[in-house]
């Protein structure tokens, strides 16, 4: 069922090597490995729509974007690449939904399916070079490090088999699997080789992502069902019941918890003294990093399930209300705002080139700078 439909414009300069995040490349669902949620680019409203590209079905994937191209997964089945100007490059049909935003890894694009498959392709060609299969949906964007033997890469994926999954970059083959007791939706976070992630468990898991071997477990009570984010030796991250958390990784001890946040199905994004994050309450929150305290809260029309992106001293947010938001991550005043017409539960892709979102009706949207 994997048929690949591929479209001759491509030109080989349209892929970016090497994946880093810089301006022009956004390469995973957060931004970064330690799922900081910070982009290289700033942000400078007001932006205007450039184009729309619909697709067969919702989109709850998240956009990635690295020189030329654009990747994005789809209710529909089908994870598609695109040019900048909305064309289609190729598309590559996965056999069941992709709600699992794409990473790119040097020049591969992996995501994961409802059917719980993970797969690789050739980010320029489309060609599957690999896929591997788990026991549940992948929801949860995959991460990578690489090994300190320099033999390789591993991917890194949770499933609702309760697994997470260490999987050869180069070959598909699985390194290791380290079993919590629940489905697990988010992204691991790395610090160093540290994977570090939460689930139905009600547990914060901080595993060797190299060996799959557990170094520490600590209880939040609850589910988590978004990614945590590192930032320095601190990670921070939310659960369903509304509390907000900072875990020292070099103590292992929790320095803050702060309540009444609402469900939070959004991850934190972190830079300096704030960590942003949205809740289903609809309310866009901003913690002090050191002590935990809510230095302001915006209140949008719709639930935040998407995650915040920080760009220079903007927060980009996307949210169910239709709205694609800039507002000042000093204060969290409004300064640009565009009505999509379709609930937003893509988290936004923010470089030099643009920002990129995906809508429920299908859409991907594409703002461009207003000059």
Known sequence: HRDLHSFPTRRSSDLSTGQKPSPACW?????????????????????????????GDAIKSSPVTCGKMIYCGSNDGFLYALNLQGGLIWKYDAGN????????????????????????????????????????QISGAPNHLKRTDKTGINILAGSYDYFLHGVDGATGAMKWKYETENFINGTPALFGKIAIFGGCDGHLHLVNGETGTLIEK???????????????????????????????????????????????????????????????????YCYDTGSGKILWAFRAQGKLDASPVISGNLVVVASSDGRLRMLNL?????????????????????????????GDDGHIFFFEKKM
């Open 27 to 55: 390469p995973g669902f957060r931004g970064d490995t330690q799922l900081t949620g910070v982009g290289h680019a700033k942000a400078d409203p007001p932006y205007t729509l450039r184009w729309t590209f619909r697709t």
């Open 97 to 136: 939904s992709i709600e699992s935003p794409p990473v790119l890894v040097e020049d591969m694009v992996i995501a994961g399916t409802l059917e719980g498959t993970l797969f690789c392709l050739d980010g320029a060609t489309g060609r599957e070079i690999w896929s591997y299969q788990t026991e549940g």
């Open 218 to 284: 600590i209880d939040i009570t609850t589910y988590m069902a978004s990614s945590p984010a590192v930032s320095g030796n601190r990670v921070y991250f939310g659960n369903y019941d509304g509390e907000f958390f900072c875990f020292d990784l070099r103590k292992k001890k929790m320095l803050w918890k702060t309540e009444g946040g609402g469900p939070f199905l959004s991850s934190p994004a972190v830079s300096g003294t704030r960590a942003v994050i949205g809740s289903q309450n609809k309310t866009l």
């Open 330 to 358: 000093e204060d969290g005043r409004e300064r640009w705002s565009y009505d999509t017409g379709t609930p937003l539960y893509s988290t936004p892709s923010v470089t030099s080139a643009g920002i990129v979102v995906g």
